[in-house]
Structure formats: structure tokens, C-alpha cells
């Protein structure tokens, strides 16, 4: 029997100009008094929070900005707070993966019965379609997981124009991440049928996408074809289990404090080669995708194809060094060994 759980999002509002349905969509999602979270990048250095708050009209009671990368619990516990401060019953995510498990986080601890929660994303993590969050812990650096569908965004707004001003490496990285989603998709032990027809069709326009926004960061068309792919890669995350790509770029990423689209980078081709020697079958179903011919010629094609985004493939690119490599090791499961060993060489 196979099962396909569906993305806690009830409206997807897609294309150019999304972002000037933000105060219909809260309204219509019964909220009134709203929290702005966002990340101290995007406050400080753009335009585009100003922009927001604008859209929510007179809806806008407070902008909170203290989310950092990994999502820390302090920071989660200081919007926990403010909700409470504001009677908040609308909260808008407005940046990237940290931003929104934070919000997923801080509206699960508050109670997520009582607030709508509406993402924009400004990258492409696929956050905003996972009924799941990452939160870190400031001291340990243990990332802890939650699980409630109802902390979701459950409004997301995809508009390819507030992802301009997102760092060219932030943004192709994050690519990467929803290609490594559509890899784990495929292979997950659920089955989900769905799933996997969309995260086939998913890989193709990803890889399209992301060499044309590597060519023209400008490209309006290129960024609404990533962010379809995202959202097609993300299709089957809420009911499917990700393998060690994910697992192992958990680790790495709260951990040493790395990107989790740098993460992907690194273990995606890694993970292919490893699944390659244990079960050609499971990479030759990405011949198609991939628009090779062989399985091997998979492994070759997304590490090249990561390489000329100008993204790193090993742990040395991803800016760790040989003590640190080998301390990473000693925290993986044995199984996994092997995987951390190829992109440890560099």
C-alpha cells in the first residue's frame, strides 16, 4: 500500500505580483493582528520588509528579526514571547528556511490553534511546504526536531521578485537543497506515487532553472521556474523519510554552523555514489530525470552540474578544515562512513 500525505498548505498564490495578495490572504485566512518575522539581513539591507509591512496595511503590529541561520531556541523562545506581548493571531514569515521553522516553532509553543501562519519565502528550502521545523540549541548545538502540522504555513506566497535581493550563493545553494529533497523524495521507503511523478518533473526544471539564474541573477522567468521545482520537490516531505544526504547535513549544518543548502551541495553527489555501489536500481531511476544514461553518469552530472553553479562538493569547499573533518566523522553512524570519506578528501 502506498500513501500520499499532503503539504500542510491550503493555498499556494504563485508568479509576479503575489506578494500584493498578502493582506487579502491573511484577512481571508481570519487574521487581523499580525507579527512580522524576518531575517536581520533582509531588515537591515533591503527595501523589501518595508515593502511587506506596507502590504499588510493596517494589519502590522511588530517586526521581529532575531532569527539567525539553524534556527537558535533563544531566539525562538523571544518570538514565543511576543506573540504573547502582541495577542498576535497572525504571524508572516518572510525569508528562508531558519525564518519560517522559527515561526513553525514559536507558533507550536504558543499554540498553533490560535494563529495563522502565512510564509513568503525569499529562497528555495521548501520550509513552507513541511509540517516540520529544526530548532537549535545555543549551548549544545544539538538541533532538535518538532512535528505539527497546524505551525505550518498554512497561506504560502510564492513571488519570484522578493528573492532579487537573496545572495546569489544563498539562493543557488538553496536550489540544491530541493534537488537533494526530490533525490530522498524518490528514493523514500513510503512510495508515495504523487510524489514521485512530481519530484521526476521536479529535477529537470531545478536544473534548467538554476544554470539560467546562474547566468542572469536577474532573470524574473528563470527564479518562478525555481521556485515551481522547490514546491515540487517539497510535494512529498511531509510523508516521506529523507536519507542520509539530509541526515548527514543536519548534523554537519548545526553542528560547524554551515549552510544547510551548502550541506546538500556536499552530500548529494556523495550520497548518489554510495546508494550507486549498494543499489544501482535506486540511481538509475534518475537517468530520465537527470537526462542521462547510465547511473553512473547521474553521480557525474549533479556533482559537475553543482560545480558550475559555483558551489562546493567537498567539506575543504564548504570551508572546513582537516581537524574538523575528522571530528565530523567520529559523529556519524558507520554506515555512513563511507559517504563522509568522499567529500572529506579535499
Same mark, same amino acid.
Given at each position: 500500500?502506498?500513501?500520499?500525505? %499532503? ?15 498578502? *493582506?487579502?490572504? =491573511? ?12 531575517? *536581520? ?16 496595511? !493596517? ?18 523562545? #523571544? ?11 497572525? =504571524? ?9 521553522? !522559527? ?23 521548501? %520550509? $513552507? ?14 538541533? &532538535? !526536531? ?7 504555513? *498554512? ?13 546569489? &550563493?544563498?539562493?543557488?545553494?538553496? !536550489?540544491? &537543497? ?16 504523487? %510524489?514521485?511523478?512530481?519530484?521526476? *518533473? ?70 548518489? $555514489? ?28 549533479? &556533482? ?17 578544515? #582537516? ?24
Amino acid at each position: 500500500m502506498q500513501l500520499h500525505q %499532503a503539504s500542510p498548505a491550503r493555498r499556494v498564490l504563485s508568479g509576479q505580483g503575489a506578494l500584493q495578495e498578502l *493582506a487579502a490572504e =491573511v484577512s481571508r485566512g481570519g487574521g487581523s493582528r499580525v507579527v512580522l518575522v524576518t531575517s *536581520a539581513t533582509l531588515r537591515a539591507q533591503t527595501t523589501l520588509v518595508d515593502q511587506v509591512v506596507a502590504e499588510l496595511e !493596517g494589519h502590522h503590529l511588530a517586526t521581529f528579526s532575531e532569527v539567525g541561520e539553524h534556527t537558535p531556541l533563544s531566539a525562538v523562545s #523571544q518570538l514565543q514571547d511576543l506573540l504573547e506581548q502582541t495577542a498576535a493571531d497572525c =504571524v508572516v514569515s518572510f525569508g528562508g528556511g531558519s525564518v519560517i521553522d !522559527g515561526v513553525k516553532a514559536a507558533v507550536h509553543q504558543r499554540g498553533a490553534d490560535r494563529i495563522l501562519h502565512v510564509a513568503v519565502p525569499t529562497t528555495l528550502s521548501g %520550509a $513552507e511546504f513541511t509540517p516540520t521545523a529544526g530548532v537549535t540549541e545555543d549551548e549544545t548545538r544539538l538541533k &532538535r !526536531g518538532l512535528r505539527d502540522p497546524a505551525a505550518a504555513p *498554512a497561506i504560502v506566497l510564492l513571488d519570484p521578485e522578493v528573492t532579487l535581493a537573496t545572495p546569489e &550563493r544563498l539562493w543557488l545553494s538553496s !536550489g540544491i &537543497r530541493a534537488l537533494d529533497h526530490a533525490v530522498e523524495t524518490q528514493w523514500a521507503p513510503e512510495g508515495d506515487p504523487l %510524489a514521485g511523478l512530481l519530484v521526476r *518533473a521536479a529535477i529537470p526544471k531545478l536544473m534548467a532553472a538554476l544554470r539560467e539564474c546562474r547566468r542572469d541573477p536577474e532573470d524574473l522567468v528563470a527564479r518562478y521556474e525555481a521556485q515551481l521545482g522547490a514546491w515540487w520537490a517539497a510535494t512529498g516531505l511531509a510523508g516521506s523519510t529523507m536519507g542520509p544526504s539530509h541526515q548527514l547535513g543536519r548534523l554537519l549544518g548545526a553542528t560547524f554552523q554551515v549552510p544547510h543548502g551548502i550541506t546538500s551541495c556536499v552530500f548529494l553527489p556523495a550520497t548518489l $555514489e554510495w546508494q550507486l555501489d549498494r543499489d544501482p536500481s535506486l540511481v538509475a531511476v534518475l537517468c530520465g530525470p537527470f537526462g542521462v544514461g547510465s547511473p553512473e553518469e547521474v553521480v557525474f552530472a549533479c &556533482r559537475q552540474f553543482i560545480a558550475g553553479l559555483g558551489l562546493p562538493t567537498d567539506l575543504a569547499g564548504a570551508g572546513l578544515d #582537516q581537524g574538523t573533518r575528522v571530528r565530523f566523522l567520529e559523529m556519524v553512524p558507520p554506515e555512513w562512513h563511507p559517504i563522509v570519506e568522499r567529500v572529506g578528501r579535499g
